[in-house]
């Protein structure tokens, strides 16, 4: 019997019980020791910059904004393509999302589509580090610093990607992680709010504990938007294996990419230093990307479609623009199995599976096997 193939793995073991434990053990739940000894961890991968843990990747962002000045009567230039929770977040700020385009090639934000958007109401420019690899911060920082307007970064799916040697999170006014169980690394859940600015860090750390820096002090309205110290504890254990968990995904994308025939593989710019958070292919033209995807499920093979419907058609974020990038990418694009563990037969067995399901043109929905 053929073995199945997930299309991503949790990856915790022994270590991250035992460090729940002895947060059990301590009885300090919240935003305590461990939710500070793993910002002092974090802002290692950051160029040294100041870290915030919060509950989730979308609580960086919303916060993030909120503590950067972002507000009602802004607005933020942000792509269409990416997870609905980097426009949400916009959203919740009071700010109106703008959406640009992408570049065909590494589905980042594309500088021409910014640049052709900035406007007398832009805030901001929020950036997102696709599937791992990083945007072109050459041109984006350069946009930005020229128009006068903050840059913010949302890193939630490139925990230890860099352009040009420089770490993402350590461009922007802010960065936002994300440690959502299918990230390069976990806290079962919660984010990561980063920046070199003093001002920034003391609202965001502010606004995500009521307001208060002490109990019943409370200076602003602000959300409970806390890590947990068991959450906290897991990304200690995590955080170390970081590197060598991207190291081996880098490895994975190189066996795909070396042996892949019929579909688009992923570009790396020369410049990044991709971190393959998903490893996303693109079918020929003629192919239906979502029949593909049945058939590698008949066939015990997971996959991941992002994102099917960009935000500038989903109902609460719609917008009439005309970004045919973006619309033509989700149409095609899906992602393969990758994560640590993969092992190099499993790979190759759905490498082959790929190939011959996209090998003619004319493969469509209606011949899957469902």
């Avoid at 393959?276 to 015990?300: M, T, W």
Wanted: charged content about 20%; some cysteine; proline content about 5%.
């Amino acid at each position: 019997m053929v073995n199945s193939v997930p299309q991503t793995v949790v990856n915790l073991g022994a270590a991250e019980r035992r460090a729940v434990d002895r947060v059990l053990r301590s009885g300090k739940l919240v935003q305590g020791e461990e939710v500070a000894a793993f910002e002092n961890e974090f802002s290692a991968i950051v160029a040294g910059r100041g870290c915030a843990a919060v509950n989730s990747g979308t609580s960086a962002l919303h916060l993030g904004m909120l503590a950067a000045g972002i507000g009602p009567g802004d607005e933020v230039i942000v792509p269409a393509f990416t997870y609905a929770g980097t426009v949400n977040a916009v959203r919740l700020t009071g700010a109106r999302p703008v959406y640009c385009d992408i570049d065909e090639r590494t589905y980042c934000a594309s500088a021409e589509s910014v640049g052709a958007l900035i406007g007398p109401r832009t805030a901001a420019i929020l950036i997102v580090h696709l599937f791992g690899h990083p945007a072109d911060m050459d041109a984006l920082s350069s946009l930005a610093e020229r128009a006068g307007v903050a840059l913010f970064e949302d890193a939630c799916q490139a925990h230890g990607a860099a352009w040009r040697g420089r770490p993402v999170g350590s461009f922007g006014t802010f960065a936002a992680f994300s440690f959502y169980p299918t990230k390069n690394m976990t806290t079962g859940e919660g984010g990561m709010i980063v920046s070199a600015d003093a001002g920034v860090l003391d609202r965001a750390r502010l606004l995500r504990n009521q307001g208060a820096r002490q109990a019943y002090q409370h200076q602003i309205v602000g959300f409970n938007n806390r890590m947990t110290e068991s959450a906290a504890a897991i990304g200690r254990v995590q955080l170390p294996n970081l590197a060598r968990w991207n190291a081996a995904r880098r490895d994975l994308a190189r066996r795909y990419s070396a042996v892949l025939s019929n579909v688009r593989a992923p570009h790396v710019d020369p410049a990044a230093d991709h971190v393959f958070h998903q490893y996303s292919v693109r079918v020929p033209d003629g192919i239906s990307r979502d029949g593909v995807r049945e058939e590698l499920r008949a066939r015990q093979v997971g996959t991941g479609a992002y994102y099917p419907v960009p935000c500038h058609r989903l109902e609460p974020l719609r917008a009439p623009v005309d970004l045919p990038v973006t619309d033509a990418v989700a149409e095609t694009i899906f992602a393969l199995p990758i994560f640590p563990t993969l092992r190099r037969k499993d790979l190759l067995r759905v490498a082959r599976e790929v190939d011959d399901l996209t090998a003619a043109t004319g493969y469509d929905r209606a011949s899957a096997h469902v």
